[in-house]
Protein backbone atom coordinates (compact mmCIF):
# COMPACT_ATOMS: atom_id res chain seq x y z
CA UNK A 1 0.00 0.00 0.00
CA UNK A 2 0.98 3.74 -0.33
CA UNK A 3 3.68 4.85 2.03
CA UNK A 4 3.00 7.54 4.99
CA UNK A 5 2.89 11.04 3.65
CA UNK A 6 4.25 14.48 4.93
CA UNK A 7 3.72 17.37 4.65
CA UNK A 8 3.18 21.43 5.80
CA UNK A 9 -0.38 22.38 5.96
CA UNK A 10 -2.10 24.65 3.88
CA UNK A 11 -5.64 25.71 5.20
CA UNK A 12 -8.53 26.73 3.04
CA UNK A 13 -12.68 27.38 3.62
CA UNK A 14 -15.90 25.43 2.37
CA UNK A 15 -16.99 24.63 -1.04
CA UNK A 16 -13.54 25.77 -2.95
CA UNK A 17 -14.73 24.77 -6.69
CA UNK A 18 -13.33 23.11 -9.92
CA UNK A 19 -13.13 26.68 -11.16
CA UNK A 20 -10.68 27.76 -8.80
CA UNK A 21 -8.78 24.58 -8.65
CA UNK A 22 -8.13 24.99 -12.44
CA UNK A 23 -9.60 27.83 -14.05
CA UNK A 24 -11.37 27.21 -17.74
CA UNK A 25 -8.76 29.00 -19.26
CA UNK A 26 -5.95 26.21 -18.46
CA UNK A 27 -8.46 22.88 -19.29
CA UNK A 28 -6.95 22.97 -22.88
CA UNK A 29 -3.46 21.67 -21.68
CA UNK A 30 -2.69 18.41 -21.21
CA UNK A 31 0.66 18.61 -20.29
CA UNK A 32 0.32 17.44 -16.21
CA UNK A 33 3.06 19.19 -15.01
CA UNK A 34 2.36 22.45 -16.96
CA UNK A 35 -1.61 22.20 -15.19
CA UNK A 36 0.63 21.65 -11.82
CA UNK A 37 1.80 25.03 -12.22
CA UNK A 38 -1.49 26.38 -11.75
CA UNK A 39 -2.99 24.54 -9.05
CA UNK A 40 -5.56 26.37 -7.07
CA UNK A 41 -4.58 29.92 -9.20
CA UNK A 42 -8.04 31.41 -8.93
CA UNK A 43 -8.08 30.82 -5.28
CA UNK A 44 -4.55 31.58 -3.77
CA UNK A 45 -1.96 32.60 -6.77
CA UNK A 46 0.43 32.22 -4.84
CA UNK A 47 -0.23 28.50 -3.47
CA UNK A 48 2.34 26.72 -6.27
CA UNK A 49 5.08 29.31 -5.26
CA UNK A 50 4.59 28.89 -1.71
CA UNK A 51 4.24 25.48 -0.89
CA UNK A 52 6.70 22.72 -0.99
CA UNK A 53 6.50 19.10 -2.69
CA UNK A 54 4.45 16.86 -0.20
CA UNK A 55 2.18 19.50 1.14
CA UNK A 56 -1.11 19.12 1.82
CA UNK A 57 -4.32 20.68 1.57
CA UNK A 58 -6.71 21.42 4.20
CA UNK A 59 -10.18 22.40 3.63
CA UNK A 60 -13.66 22.58 5.19
CA UNK A 61 -17.01 21.17 3.43
CA UNK A 62 -17.43 20.34 -0.02
CA UNK A 63 -14.28 20.49 -1.64
CA UNK A 64 -14.29 20.10 -5.38
CA UNK A 65 -17.81 21.59 -6.35
CA UNK A 66 -18.53 22.53 -9.51
CA UNK A 67 -17.30 21.27 -12.80
CA UNK A 68 -16.36 17.29 -13.62
CA UNK A 69 -12.75 18.32 -14.85
CA UNK A 70 -10.54 15.41 -14.23
CA UNK A 71 -7.79 17.96 -14.34
CA UNK A 72 -9.03 19.48 -11.32
CA UNK A 73 -7.34 17.00 -9.12
CA UNK A 74 -4.52 16.12 -11.86
CA UNK A 75 -3.13 19.48 -11.00
CA UNK A 76 -3.21 19.76 -7.40
CA UNK A 77 -1.03 16.04 -7.64
CA UNK A 78 0.83 17.39 -10.63
CA UNK A 79 1.78 20.45 -8.35
CA UNK A 80 3.39 18.29 -5.50
CA UNK A 81 0.64 18.45 -3.02
CA UNK A 82 0.59 14.94 -1.52
CA UNK A 83 -2.86 14.96 -0.31
CA UNK A 84 -6.61 16.80 0.46
CA UNK A 85 -7.79 17.10 3.53
CA UNK A 86 -11.43 18.06 3.72
CA UNK A 87 -14.61 17.54 5.83
CA UNK A 88 -16.25 16.96 2.86
CA UNK A 89 -15.88 16.80 -0.68
CA UNK A 90 -17.74 17.35 -4.10
CA UNK A 91 -19.15 13.63 -5.71
CA UNK A 92 -17.25 14.47 -9.13
CA UNK A 93 -13.95 15.00 -7.40
CA UNK A 94 -14.22 12.22 -4.67
CA UNK A 95 -14.44 9.83 -7.72
CA UNK A 96 -12.20 11.20 -9.97
CA UNK A 97 -9.43 11.86 -7.02
CA UNK A 98 -9.49 8.22 -6.37
CA UNK A 99 -9.41 6.95 -9.69
CA UNK A 100 -6.51 9.35 -10.61
CA UNK A 101 -4.45 7.96 -7.22
CA UNK A 102 -4.70 11.63 -5.72
CA UNK A 103 -5.09 10.63 -1.84
CA UNK A 104 -8.41 11.85 0.01
CA UNK A 105 -9.00 11.79 3.74
CA UNK A 106 -12.29 12.98 5.13
CA UNK A 107 -12.46 14.27 8.88
CA UNK A 108 -14.38 17.46 10.15
CA UNK A 109 -12.01 16.40 13.50
CA UNK A 110 -8.78 16.53 11.56
CA UNK A 111 -9.58 19.77 9.79
CA UNK A 112 -10.91 21.66 12.67
CA UNK A 113 -7.73 20.54 14.74
CA UNK A 114 -4.99 21.74 12.27
CA UNK A 115 -3.94 25.07 11.50
CA UNK A 116 -2.04 26.51 7.93
CA UNK A 117 1.53 25.87 8.49
CA UNK A 118 1.17 23.01 10.83
CA UNK A 119 3.20 19.00 9.96
CA UNK A 120 0.79 16.50 9.17
CA UNK A 121 1.73 13.11 8.56
CA UNK A 122 -0.84 10.68 6.63
CA UNK A 123 -1.32 6.98 6.44
CA UNK A 124 -3.55 6.58 3.08
CA UNK A 125 -3.84 2.69 4.19
CA UNK A 126 -5.42 3.17 7.39
CA UNK A 127 -6.69 6.57 6.77
CA UNK A 128 -4.72 8.15 9.93
CA UNK A 129 -4.15 11.78 10.14
CA UNK A 130 -1.46 12.80 12.97
CA UNK A 131 -0.72 16.80 13.70
CA UNK A 132 2.70 16.00 14.05
CA UNK A 133 3.06 19.90 15.38
CA UNK A 134 -0.11 19.67 17.44
CA UNK A 135 0.59 15.85 18.87
CA UNK A 136 -2.88 14.89 17.41
CA UNK A 137 -4.19 12.32 15.63
CA UNK A 138 -7.31 11.02 13.96
CA UNK A 139 -9.00 8.69 11.61
CA UNK A 140 -10.39 9.45 8.57
CA UNK A 141 -13.82 8.24 7.15
CA UNK A 142 -13.07 4.72 5.60
CA UNK A 143 -13.95 4.42 1.84
CA UNK A 144 -16.75 1.15 1.28
CA UNK A 145 -15.87 -2.12 0.66
CA UNK A 146 -16.06 -1.52 -3.13
CA UNK A 147 -14.01 1.84 -3.46
CA UNK A 148 -11.45 0.11 -1.40
CA UNK A 149 -11.18 -2.99 -3.27
CA UNK A 150 -10.73 -0.28 -6.37
CA UNK A 151 -7.92 1.31 -4.24
CA UNK A 152 -6.36 -1.44 -3.40
CA UNK A 153 -6.08 -2.88 -6.87
CA UNK A 154 -4.55 0.29 -8.05
CA UNK A 155 -7.53 2.77 -9.28
CA UNK A 156 -9.89 2.43 -11.91
CA UNK A 157 -7.43 1.52 -14.97
CA UNK A 158 -6.64 -1.95 -13.51
CA UNK A 159 -10.30 -2.85 -12.28
CA UNK A 160 -11.50 -2.19 -15.73
CA UNK A 161 -8.13 -4.13 -16.87
CA UNK A 162 -9.08 -7.49 -15.42
CA UNK A 163 -12.92 -6.98 -16.17
CA UNK A 164 -11.55 -7.18 -19.94
CA UNK A 165 -9.70 -10.25 -19.11
CA UNK A 166 -12.58 -11.84 -17.38
CA UNK A 167 -14.63 -11.90 -20.72
CA UNK A 168 -11.94 -12.76 -23.01
CA UNK B 1 -40.90 -0.86 -0.54
CA UNK B 2 -41.15 1.04 -3.20
CA UNK B 3 -38.34 2.84 -5.67
CA UNK B 4 -38.65 6.07 -6.48
CA UNK B 5 -37.72 7.61 -10.09
CA UNK B 6 -34.40 7.39 -9.77
CA UNK B 7 -33.65 3.65 -8.36
CA UNK B 8 -36.18 2.04 -10.89
CA UNK B 9 -33.66 2.95 -13.83
CA UNK B 10 -30.62 2.25 -11.67
CA UNK B 11 -32.56 -0.98 -11.24
CA UNK B 12 -33.12 -1.96 -14.41
CA UNK B 13 -29.84 -0.53 -15.67
CA UNK B 14 -28.25 -3.27 -13.31
CA UNK B 15 -30.88 -6.07 -14.19
CA UNK B 16 -31.59 -6.16 -10.46
CA UNK B 17 -35.30 -6.59 -8.98
CA UNK B 18 -34.25 -3.31 -6.54
CA UNK B 19 -31.52 -1.10 -5.21
CA UNK B 20 -31.64 1.00 -2.40
CA UNK B 21 -29.80 3.99 -1.57
CA UNK B 22 -25.96 3.89 -0.50
CA UNK B 23 -25.92 0.08 -2.63
CA UNK B 24 -23.05 -0.32 -5.21
CA UNK B 25 -23.89 -1.04 -8.71
CA UNK B 26 -23.04 -2.20 -11.92
CA UNK B 27 -25.16 -0.99 -14.97
CA UNK B 28 -25.39 -1.09 -18.10
CA UNK B 29 -25.14 2.28 -19.71
CA UNK B 30 -27.36 3.50 -22.81
CA UNK B 31 -24.94 6.76 -23.96
CA UNK B 32 -21.29 7.51 -23.10
CA UNK B 33 -21.47 10.98 -23.83
CA UNK B 34 -17.62 13.27 -24.14
CA UNK B 35 -16.58 16.84 -25.48
CA UNK B 36 -12.99 17.95 -26.34
CA UNK B 37 -11.62 19.14 -23.28
CA UNK B 38 -12.63 15.54 -21.33
CA UNK B 39 -12.77 13.14 -24.28
CA UNK B 40 -8.96 14.17 -25.03
CA UNK B 41 -8.07 13.40 -21.19
CA UNK B 42 -10.67 9.89 -21.69
CA UNK B 43 -8.70 8.67 -24.75
CA UNK B 44 -5.11 9.14 -23.12
CA UNK B 45 -6.41 6.89 -20.77
CA UNK B 46 -8.40 4.21 -22.73
CA UNK B 47 -4.93 4.05 -24.57
CA UNK B 48 -3.64 2.74 -21.31
CA UNK B 49 -5.67 0.62 -20.45
CA UNK B 50 -4.33 -2.82 -21.76
CA UNK B 51 -6.77 -4.99 -23.22
CA UNK B 52 -8.84 -1.51 -24.82
CA UNK B 53 -8.79 -1.57 -28.37
CA UNK B 54 -12.34 -0.68 -29.20
CA UNK B 55 -15.32 1.11 -27.65
CA UNK B 56 -17.94 -1.29 -26.26
CA UNK B 57 -20.28 0.18 -28.86
CA UNK B 58 -20.11 2.66 -31.34
CA UNK B 59 -23.28 3.51 -31.97
CA UNK B 60 -23.66 4.41 -27.83
CA UNK B 61 -21.13 7.14 -28.02
CA UNK B 62 -21.80 10.31 -28.79
CA UNK B 63 -18.84 13.20 -28.73
CA UNK B 64 -19.33 16.94 -29.21
CA UNK B 65 -16.73 19.51 -29.86
CA UNK B 66 -18.32 22.73 -27.73
CA UNK B 67 -16.05 24.16 -25.05
CA UNK B 68 -13.22 25.33 -27.15
CA UNK B 69 -14.32 25.98 -30.21
CA UNK B 70 -14.12 27.27 -33.26
CA UNK B 71 -10.67 26.46 -32.35
CA UNK B 72 -9.51 29.42 -29.57
CA UNK B 73 -5.25 28.46 -30.12
CA UNK B 74 -3.06 25.76 -31.12
CA UNK B 75 -3.59 23.67 -27.91
CA UNK B 76 -7.60 23.90 -27.87
CA UNK B 77 -7.43 22.59 -31.93
CA UNK B 78 -4.89 19.81 -31.05
CA UNK B 79 -7.62 18.52 -28.59
CA UNK B 80 -10.24 18.77 -30.92
CA UNK B 81 -8.45 16.67 -33.52
CA UNK B 82 -7.17 14.53 -31.00
CA UNK B 83 -11.32 13.80 -30.53
CA UNK B 84 -11.53 13.70 -34.20
CA UNK B 85 -9.07 11.23 -34.93
CA UNK B 86 -10.53 9.22 -31.94
CA UNK B 87 -14.09 9.22 -33.41
CA UNK B 88 -13.31 8.09 -37.41
CA UNK B 89 -10.73 5.11 -35.77
CA UNK B 90 -13.59 3.71 -33.60
CA UNK B 91 -16.37 4.79 -36.36
CA UNK B 92 -18.00 6.59 -33.95
CA UNK B 93 -21.67 7.45 -34.78
CA UNK B 94 -22.41 10.71 -32.99
CA UNK B 95 -19.59 13.29 -33.61
CA UNK B 96 -20.13 16.64 -33.86
CA UNK B 97 -18.12 19.40 -34.90
CA UNK B 98 -18.25 23.05 -35.02
CA UNK B 99 -20.73 24.02 -37.48
CA UNK B 100 -23.10 20.42 -37.08
CA UNK B 101 -23.76 20.64 -33.43
CA UNK B 102 -23.38 23.03 -30.69
CA UNK B 103 -22.99 22.90 -26.57
CA UNK B 104 -23.33 18.77 -25.97
CA UNK B 105 -26.33 19.06 -23.37
CA UNK B 106 -28.56 20.97 -25.93
CA UNK B 107 -27.50 19.04 -29.39
CA UNK B 108 -28.11 15.27 -27.48
CA UNK B 109 -31.55 15.97 -26.69
CA UNK B 110 -32.17 17.88 -30.46
CA UNK B 111 -30.76 14.68 -32.03
CA UNK B 112 -33.02 12.37 -30.33
CA UNK B 113 -30.08 10.67 -28.37
CA UNK B 114 -32.15 10.79 -25.29
CA UNK B 115 -35.42 8.99 -23.90
CA UNK B 116 -37.04 8.42 -20.75
CA UNK B 117 -35.60 5.81 -18.48
CA UNK B 118 -32.24 5.47 -20.18
CA UNK B 119 -29.11 5.34 -18.30
CA UNK B 120 -26.50 8.20 -19.31
CA UNK B 121 -23.08 9.35 -18.48
CA UNK B 122 -21.23 12.03 -19.69
CA UNK B 123 -17.33 13.67 -19.18
CA UNK B 124 -19.24 17.21 -18.12
CA UNK B 125 -21.32 17.84 -15.33
CA UNK B 126 -24.13 19.42 -16.78
CA UNK B 127 -24.91 16.00 -17.96
CA UNK B 128 -27.38 15.89 -15.26
CA UNK B 129 -29.55 17.88 -17.93
CA UNK B 130 -31.04 14.72 -19.89
CA UNK B 131 -32.72 14.41 -16.28
CA UNK B 132 -35.53 16.46 -18.04
CA UNK B 133 -36.79 13.35 -19.77
CA UNK B 134 -37.18 11.25 -17.45
CA UNK B 135 -33.43 9.54 -18.04
CA UNK B 136 -31.34 9.15 -15.20
CA UNK B 137 -28.12 11.11 -16.52
CA UNK B 138 -24.69 11.77 -14.60
CA UNK B 139 -21.64 13.71 -14.65
CA UNK B 140 -18.17 11.91 -14.78
CA UNK B 141 -14.63 12.20 -14.82
CA UNK B 142 -12.47 11.57 -17.74
CA UNK B 143 -10.95 8.22 -16.53
CA UNK B 144 -14.58 7.26 -15.54
CA UNK B 145 -15.65 7.81 -18.92
CA UNK B 146 -12.81 5.86 -20.47
CA UNK B 147 -13.79 2.88 -18.20
CA UNK B 148 -17.44 3.36 -19.82
CA UNK B 149 -16.21 3.79 -23.49
CA UNK B 150 -14.55 0.29 -22.95
CA UNK B 151 -16.68 -1.46 -20.77
CA UNK B 152 -20.21 -0.05 -21.45
CA UNK B 153 -20.95 -0.02 -18.29
CA UNK B 154 -20.08 2.00 -14.77
CA UNK B 155 -20.23 1.44 -11.13
CA UNK B 156 -22.86 3.85 -9.24
CA UNK B 157 -23.53 4.31 -5.39
CA UNK B 158 -27.03 4.30 -5.98
CA UNK B 159 -28.25 8.12 -4.46
CA UNK B 160 -31.35 8.69 -1.98
CA UNK B 161 -33.59 10.96 -3.19
CA UNK B 162 -35.27 13.98 -2.58
CA UNK B 163 -38.60 15.18 -3.31
CA UNK B 164 -39.78 18.60 -4.24
CA UNK B 165 -43.31 19.52 -4.97
CA UNK B 166 -43.07 22.67 -6.49
CA UNK B 167 -46.62 24.46 -6.98
CA UNK B 168 -48.75 27.53 -8.21
CA UNK B 169 -48.17 29.70 -11.22
CA UNK B 170 -45.51 31.72 -11.78
CA UNK B 171 -46.19 35.47 -12.17
CA UNK B 172 -45.05 37.55 -15.45
CA UNK B 173 -41.39 37.26 -16.17
CA UNK B 174 -40.86 34.23 -13.54
CA UNK B 175 -39.51 31.37 -15.93
CA UNK B 176 -38.40 27.89 -14.98
CA UNK B 177 -34.75 29.86 -14.31
CA UNK B 178 -36.20 32.15 -11.46
CA UNK B 179 -37.72 28.67 -10.01
CA UNK B 180 -34.26 26.98 -10.17
CA UNK B 181 -31.97 29.77 -8.94
CA UNK B 182 -34.86 29.79 -5.82
CA UNK B 183 -34.07 25.87 -5.61
CA UNK B 184 -30.40 26.39 -5.49
CA UNK B 185 -30.83 28.87 -2.84
CA UNK B 186 -32.60 27.16 -0.95
CA UNK B 187 -31.24 23.49 -0.59
CA UNK B 188 -27.56 25.30 -1.28
CA UNK B 189 -24.37 24.19 -3.55
CA UNK B 190 -24.09 20.97 -1.19
CA UNK B 191 -27.74 20.39 -0.55
CA UNK B 192 -27.95 17.60 -2.89
CA UNK B 193 -24.89 15.82 -2.49
CA UNK B 194 -25.20 11.98 -3.49
CA UNK B 195 -28.44 12.95 -4.12
CA UNK B 196 -30.94 12.67 -6.50
CA UNK B 197 -33.85 15.47 -6.75
CA UNK B 198 -36.96 14.15 -8.23
CA UNK B 199 -39.04 17.44 -9.42
CA UNK B 200 -42.81 17.17 -9.31
CA UNK B 201 -46.11 19.33 -8.74
CA UNK B 202 -48.35 21.17 -10.87
CA UNK B 203 -45.99 23.90 -11.85
CA UNK B 204 -43.27 21.56 -13.22
CA UNK B 205 -46.30 19.94 -15.02
CA UNK B 206 -47.10 22.55 -16.80
CA UNK B 207 -43.58 23.69 -17.82
CA UNK B 208 -42.10 23.37 -21.52
CA UNK B 209 -39.56 21.11 -22.24
CA UNK B 210 -37.15 23.72 -22.17
CA UNK B 211 -38.28 25.04 -18.75
CA UNK B 212 -37.52 21.29 -17.42
CA UNK B 213 -34.23 20.72 -19.13
CA UNK B 214 -33.31 24.74 -17.40
CA UNK B 215 -34.21 23.28 -13.81
CA UNK B 216 -32.36 19.57 -14.51
CA UNK B 217 -29.34 20.88 -15.79
CA UNK B 218 -28.38 22.87 -12.72
CA UNK B 219 -29.51 20.01 -10.27
CA UNK B 220 -25.24 19.77 -10.04
CA UNK B 221 -25.63 23.50 -8.58
CA UNK B 222 -27.33 21.94 -5.47
CA UNK B 223 -24.21 19.35 -5.36
CA UNK B 224 -27.24 16.54 -6.82
CA UNK B 225 -25.96 13.23 -8.96
CA UNK B 226 -28.93 14.03 -10.74
CA UNK B 227 -32.35 15.72 -11.07
CA UNK B 228 -35.14 13.91 -12.95
CA UNK B 229 -38.69 14.83 -14.40
CA UNK B 230 -41.55 12.06 -14.69
CA UNK B 231 -41.52 11.82 -18.87
CA UNK B 232 -45.29 12.48 -19.46
CA UNK B 233 -46.87 13.35 -23.28
CA UNK B 234 -45.35 16.53 -23.92
CA UNK B 235 -41.93 14.35 -23.16
CA UNK B 236 -43.06 11.21 -25.30
CA UNK B 237 -44.04 13.43 -28.38
CA UNK B 238 -40.74 15.67 -28.23
CA UNK B 239 -38.57 12.57 -28.41
CA UNK B 240 -40.86 10.45 -30.63
CA UNK B 241 -40.08 12.82 -33.05
CA UNK B 242 -36.57 12.43 -32.89
CA UNK B 243 -35.73 8.97 -32.77
CA UNK B 244 -37.76 5.71 -33.39
CA UNK B 245 -35.04 3.76 -30.62
CA UNK B 246 -38.00 1.67 -28.63
CA UNK B 247 -37.56 3.18 -24.61
CA UNK B 248 -38.93 2.58 -21.17
CA UNK B 249 -41.27 5.33 -19.29
CA UNK B 250 -40.62 4.57 -15.43
CA UNK B 251 -42.64 5.84 -12.91
CA UNK B 252 -41.60 6.10 -9.01
CA UNK B 253 -43.82 3.94 -6.90
CA UNK B 254 -46.62 5.38 -4.69
CA UNK B 255 -44.84 4.60 -1.87
CA UNK B 256 -41.08 5.22 -2.35
CA UNK B 257 -38.59 6.35 0.08
CA UNK B 258 -37.71 10.25 0.00
CA UNK B 259 -35.08 11.48 2.49
CA UNK B 260 -36.36 14.38 2.35
CA UNK B 261 -39.76 15.89 0.88
CA UNK B 262 -39.78 19.86 0.40
CA UNK B 263 -42.86 21.74 -0.89
CA UNK B 264 -42.27 25.17 -2.83
CA UNK B 265 -44.92 27.54 -3.97
CA UNK B 266 -43.71 29.96 -6.44
CA UNK B 267 -46.98 31.89 -6.47
CA UNK B 268 -45.45 34.63 -5.09
CA UNK B 269 -41.90 34.29 -6.58
CA UNK B 270 -40.52 37.19 -8.17
CA UNK B 271 -37.60 37.22 -10.88
CA UNK B 272 -34.32 35.89 -9.05
CA UNK B 273 -30.49 36.78 -9.01
CA UNK B 274 -28.13 34.56 -7.73
CA UNK B 275 -25.13 37.13 -6.52
CA UNK B 276 -21.47 36.53 -6.80
CA UNK B 277 -19.60 34.62 -5.98
CA UNK B 278 -21.77 30.93 -5.53
CA UNK B 279 -24.97 29.63 -7.63
CA UNK B 280 -26.68 29.54 -4.25
CA UNK B 281 -26.39 33.46 -2.95
CA UNK B 282 -29.67 34.24 -4.34
CA UNK B 283 -31.95 36.91 -4.26
CA UNK B 284 -35.05 38.48 -5.17
CA UNK B 285 -34.62 41.24 -8.05
CA UNK B 286 -36.50 43.99 -6.01
CA UNK B 287 -33.68 43.22 -3.34
CA UNK B 288 -30.76 43.44 -6.14
CA UNK B 289 -31.51 46.02 -8.07
CA UNK B 290 -32.07 48.92 -4.76
CA UNK B 291 -28.21 48.47 -5.38
CA UNK B 292 -28.08 49.99 -8.02
CA UNK B 293 -25.46 47.65 -9.97
CA UNK B 294 -23.77 48.52 -13.61
CA UNK B 295 -23.10 46.17 -15.60
CA UNK B 296 -19.90 45.73 -18.43
CA UNK B 297 -21.40 42.34 -20.01
CA UNK B 298 -24.89 40.63 -20.65
CA UNK B 299 -24.30 37.13 -21.76
CA UNK B 300 -27.09 35.23 -23.24
CA UNK B 301 -26.34 31.15 -24.16
CA UNK B 302 -25.19 27.94 -22.19
CA UNK B 303 -26.62 24.30 -22.04
CA UNK B 304 -28.84 26.53 -19.04
CA UNK B 305 -30.72 28.83 -21.35
CA UNK B 306 -29.43 28.78 -24.92
CA UNK B 307 -32.32 27.47 -26.20
CA UNK B 308 -35.24 29.14 -28.66
CA UNK B 309 -37.61 29.62 -26.50
CA UNK B 310 -35.08 32.03 -24.31
CA UNK B 311 -33.42 33.53 -27.85
CA UNK B 312 -37.85 34.48 -28.21
CA UNK B 313 -37.74 36.14 -24.66
CA UNK B 314 -35.03 38.21 -25.82
CA UNK B 315 -35.58 39.49 -28.76
CA UNK B 316 -38.69 40.06 -27.61
CA UNK B 317 -37.52 42.88 -25.17
CA UNK B 318 -34.99 44.32 -27.26
CA UNK B 319 -36.91 44.29 -30.71
CA UNK B 320 -37.37 47.99 -31.82
CA UNK B 321 -34.59 48.96 -29.45
CA UNK B 322 -30.56 49.45 -28.36
CA UNK B 323 -28.75 48.00 -25.93
CA UNK B 324 -27.17 50.57 -23.27
CA UNK B 325 -24.34 52.58 -24.54
CA UNK B 326 -20.74 51.16 -22.95
CA UNK B 327 -22.10 47.28 -22.62
CA UNK B 328 -21.35 44.54 -24.59
CA UNK B 329 -24.02 41.99 -24.70
CA UNK B 330 -23.13 38.95 -26.58
CA UNK B 331 -25.51 36.29 -27.90
CA UNK B 332 -24.65 32.04 -28.58
CA UNK B 333 -27.40 30.16 -29.76
CA UNK B 334 -27.35 27.05 -27.72
CA UNK B 335 -26.68 24.78 -31.18
CA UNK B 336 -26.60 24.87 -34.62
CA UNK B 337 -30.30 24.00 -35.29
CA UNK B 338 -31.14 26.67 -32.23
CA UNK B 339 -29.17 29.50 -34.11
CA UNK B 340 -31.19 28.30 -37.83
CA UNK B 341 -34.40 28.42 -36.36
CA UNK B 342 -33.41 31.80 -34.98
CA UNK B 343 -32.39 33.31 -37.97
CA UNK B 344 -35.57 31.84 -39.81
CA UNK B 345 -37.48 33.95 -37.07
CA UNK B 346 -35.60 37.27 -37.61
CA UNK B 347 -34.31 37.01 -33.81
CA UNK B 348 -30.62 37.34 -34.70
CA UNK B 349 -31.23 40.05 -36.42
CA UNK B 350 -33.63 42.00 -34.03
CA UNK B 351 -30.53 41.23 -31.70
CA UNK B 352 -28.08 42.03 -33.82
CA UNK B 353 -29.74 45.16 -34.50
CA UNK B 354 -30.05 46.23 -30.72
CA UNK B 355 -26.60 46.04 -30.65
CA UNK B 356 -25.61 42.78 -29.43
CA UNK B 357 -22.48 40.20 -31.08
CA UNK B 358 -24.17 37.33 -31.54
CA UNK B 359 -21.63 34.26 -31.83
CA UNK B 360 -21.44 30.85 -33.58
CA UNK B 361 -22.71 28.13 -31.17
CA UNK B 362 -20.62 26.63 -28.29
CA UNK B 363 -20.02 26.83 -24.67
CA UNK B 364 -17.89 30.45 -25.51
CA UNK B 365 -17.85 32.88 -22.33
CA UNK B 366 -19.80 30.72 -20.22
CA UNK B 367 -17.21 28.95 -18.53
CA UNK B 368 -14.14 31.63 -19.41
CA UNK B 369 -12.86 29.43 -22.11
CA UNK B 370 -13.10 32.51 -25.24
CA UNK B 371 -15.27 34.65 -26.96
CA UNK B 372 -16.13 36.86 -23.97
CA UNK B 373 -13.82 36.69 -21.00
CA UNK B 374 -14.38 39.12 -18.01
CA UNK B 375 -11.73 41.50 -17.62
CA UNK B 376 -10.57 42.79 -13.98
CA UNK B 377 -13.41 44.29 -11.68
CA UNK B 378 -16.12 43.81 -14.62
CA UNK B 379 -18.76 42.85 -13.74
CA UNK B 380 -21.57 40.32 -15.93
CA UNK B 381 -25.29 39.75 -15.33
CA UNK B 382 -25.39 36.15 -17.65
CA UNK B 383 -27.89 33.38 -18.26
CA UNK B 384 -25.52 30.52 -17.46
CA UNK B 385 -25.36 28.48 -14.28
CA UNK B 386 -22.07 29.19 -11.97
CA UNK B 387 -20.76 32.38 -11.06
CA UNK B 388 -17.80 31.04 -8.73
CA UNK B 389 -14.66 33.19 -8.86
CA UNK B 390 -13.17 33.11 -12.10
CA UNK B 391 -15.35 31.21 -13.65
CA UNK B 392 -15.77 33.95 -17.38
CA UNK B 393 -12.11 35.20 -16.99
CA UNK B 394 -10.65 37.29 -14.23
CA UNK B 395 -11.09 36.26 -10.71
CA UNK B 396 -11.91 39.89 -10.05
CA UNK B 397 -14.93 40.06 -11.75
CA UNK B 398 -18.69 39.67 -10.61
CA UNK B 399 -20.91 37.30 -12.32
CA UNK B 400 -24.83 37.85 -11.44
CA UNK B 401 -26.80 34.61 -12.70
CA UNK B 402 -30.40 34.89 -14.03
CA UNK B 403 -32.80 34.19 -16.68
CA UNK B 404 -32.54 35.31 -20.02
CA UNK B 405 -35.64 37.82 -19.59
CA UNK B 406 -33.79 39.75 -16.50
CA UNK B 407 -30.96 39.69 -18.55
CA UNK B 408 -32.04 41.33 -21.69
CA UNK B 409 -33.62 44.31 -19.00
CA UNK B 410 -30.59 44.76 -18.12
CA UNK B 411 -28.85 44.57 -21.31
CA UNK B 412 -31.64 47.94 -22.32
CA UNK B 413 -30.25 49.91 -19.16
CA UNK B 414 -26.93 48.98 -18.38
CA UNK B 415 -27.80 48.21 -14.85
CA UNK B 416 -29.48 45.32 -13.32
CA UNK B 417 -32.97 45.56 -14.09
CA UNK B 418 -36.06 44.18 -13.18
CA UNK B 419 -37.95 42.48 -16.37
CA UNK B 420 -41.43 43.49 -14.72
CA UNK B 421 -40.36 47.38 -15.25
CA UNK B 422 -39.01 46.68 -19.13
CA UNK B 423 -42.09 48.38 -20.63
CA UNK B 424 -41.03 51.81 -18.44
CA UNK B 425 -37.48 51.31 -19.83
CA UNK B 426 -36.93 54.23 -21.82
CA UNK B 427 -36.13 53.24 -25.77
S1 LIG C 1 -22.46 25.92 -21.71
FE1 LIG C 1 -21.25 26.23 -19.86
S2 LIG C 1 -22.12 24.86 -18.34
FE2 LIG C 1 -22.90 24.19 -20.35
S3 LIG C 1 -21.48 22.60 -21.03
FE3 LIG C 1 -20.72 24.55 -21.84
S4 LIG C 1 -19.24 25.31 -20.31
FE4 LIG C 1 -20.48 23.73 -19.34
Not at chain 2, 71 to 89: H, W
Request: include cysteine.
Amino acid sequence: MEATLRGHAHKYGKNVDTDVIIPGKYCNIIDRAELGKHALEGLDPEYTGRMKPGDIIVADTNFGCGSSREVAPIAIKASGTSAVIAKSFARIFYRNALNIGLPIFESAEAVDGIESGDEIELEPAGGIVRNLTKGTSYRAAEFPPFMQSLIDAGGLVPYVERRLAESQ
Amino acid sequence: MGMTLTEKILARHAALESVEPGQIINAKVDLVLANELSAAVAIGVMRGIKGAGKVFDPSKIALVADHFVPAKDAQSAGLARLMKEFAAEQKVEHFFDVGRGGIEHVVLPEEGLVAPGELIVGGDSHTCTYGAFGAFATGMGSTDIAAAFVLGEVWLKVPASIKLVYSGKPGPFVYAKDIMLRTVGELGIDGATYRAIEYHGSTVDELSITGRITMANMAIEAGAKNGIFHADAKTIAYVKERTDRPFVVERADADARYERVISIDISELEPQVACPHTPDNVHPISDVTRDDLKVDQVFIGSCTNGYIDDLRVVAKILDGKRIAPNLRVIVNPGSQKVWMQAADEGILTTLAAAGCAVNTPGCGACFGGHMGTLGDGERAISTTNRNYVGRMGSPKAEIYLASPATCAASALTGRITDPRVVEAVPV
